[in-house]
């Protein structure tokens, strides 16, 4: 709400009223865009907004409910105070109360990270440590169990991400965590007021996590044909990250991994020398589904981190990720874009005959135990077909469709 005082004063009670400090004016010379701005910042969650008209152009002294653009639509050119996108000097105050540094803010320091939804929550997974507090988008919640979260709501719901920020910040102080680490939204419409929060709340300690990398994941049935995608990837300078290598990787020296497998399964996975015998594992999970699932769940809740940490330490901006279960793992979240690979059911049994030269009989039954080609088809953003007769073909077909990709992934971008 902007209210017409009777004096020239800034309103200083709760801030569930949005305030107008200036000179009284008559009712028809406010729009209605800016009458509405009370019920609008109930409505919403946040802080209420507050706007000094005295001053030409007007000045946005605290972001709120009513979006800056919708200001801007109503009042013309209205500027920015810098108590909301930067942490003030020594010496310098805010001008309008809510503002002061570290407002609101758990009794654990706060890293805010800004950047794009996808590579923010790869940057967390990157720098957060194993006993750090999360706050993040609801679609990336489940890259960080074993954490403590709170989900801000899903990276595109302003509103919900709105309605949760305060409640994010507070409950921290209940738990032990020593740091917490926060993805933030852009500044776009109700995002200026979420991220104002957020970064009041860290002292204005902020990193941004945009390194200009495109990283898009691959998945598909043995024998659909990735491989093809894969190379195209590679001949476009990308680093291609095979997901069942790094895992093999981690059970050499990744301690925490392998004090949840002993946990799991006991000593009897592990040689004399301390190696995990990965056929004994097999041999345990393949005749009981309890056992997978436990399986999947320790590694997926490690995986992701060590992904991240590879990403984050390739010079190349392209980066491929290889995974059979991108999408049980939550790989596919932090992905600009997720491609199935697909094929006729008899291609794929020819093709795993000749590759791994197996029976028919043997081909099938690894085919059958795999999810279908609908269920990829329905979880990607992308797919590519591969039922070309040959492998010069389908790399032909596929290094087009990789810059296809490409490409709309940096439309996408610049807009």
């Not at 907004?49 to 801007?72: C, K």
């Not at 800004?114 to 890259?143: M, P, Q, V």
Request: aromatic share 6%; glycine share 8%; charged share 30%.
């Amino acid at each position: 709400m902007i209210r017409r005082p009777p004096r020239s004063t800034l309103d200083r009670s709760s801030a569930a009223s949005d305030v107008y400090k200036g000179p009284a004016i008559p009712d028809m010379d406010i729009p209605s865009v800016v009458k509405s701005v009370a019920r609008v910042s109930r409505q919403v969650g946040v802080e209420s907004t507050i706007i000094d008209l005295t001053v030409t152009p007007p000045q946005l002294l605290r972001p709120g409910g009513l979006p800056l653009e919708s200001l801007r639509d109503a009042l013309g050119e209205v500027t920015v105070d810098k108590a909301v996108t930067q942490k003030m000097n020594d010496g310098e105050k805010p001008r309008a109360p809510g503002m002061k540094y570290r407002h609101y803010a758990p009794k654990a320091p706060v890293t805010v990270v800004t950047g794009g939804a996808k590579a923010s929550a790869r940057y967390l997974l990157t720098h957060a440590g194993e006993k750090s507090g999360i706050i993040c988008f609801d679609e990336f919640a489940r890259l960080f169990d074993g954490h403590i979260v709170h989900p801000l709501g899903a990276s595109g719901d302003k509103r919900a991400q709105a309605q949760h920020v305060f409640d994010a910040l507070r409950t921290f102080d209940e738990t032990n965590v020593g740091e917490i680490w926060a993805q933030c939204p852009d500044s776009k419409g109700l995002g200026l007021a979420i991220g104002n929060r957020l970064k009041k709340a860290a002292g204005f300690h902020v990193e941004d996590a945009d390194d200009g990398k495109i990283v898009i994941g691959i998945t598909g049935g043995t024998g659909a044909g990735k491989t093809s995608l894969l190379r195209a990837l590679e001949r476009k300078g990308a680093c291609v990250l095979d997901c069942d290598a790094v895992y093999h990787e981690m059970l050499k020296d990744d301690e925490p991994l392998l004090r949840a497998l002993r946990e799991a399964f006991g000593d009897v996975i592990f040689r004399q020398d301390g190696s995990v015998d990965i056929h004994a594992i097999g041999l345990i999970v393949f005749k009981d589904r309890k056992k997978l699932a436990e399986l999947d769940a320790i590694v997926h809740e490690r995986i992701p981190r060590a992904l991240a940490q590879k990403m984050a330490a390739t010079n190349a901006e392209i980066i491929g990720l290889d995974a059979i279960k991108l999408i049980e793992s939550g790989l596919g979240a932090i992905c600009d874009a997720t491609v199935a690979v697909t094929a006729p059911e008899e291609m794929r049994v020819k093709r795993i005959m000749v590759r791994d030269s197996i029976t028919e009989e043997y081909a099938r039954s690894r085919i059958a135990a795999q999810k279908d080609a609908d269920y990829f088809r329905a979880q990607c953003d992308y797919e590519f077909v591969n039922d070309l007769p040959t492998a010069e073909k389908a790399e032909h077909a596929a290094e087009v469709y990789i810059n296809t990709i490409i490409n709309n992934l940096k439309e996408e971008t610049e807009r």
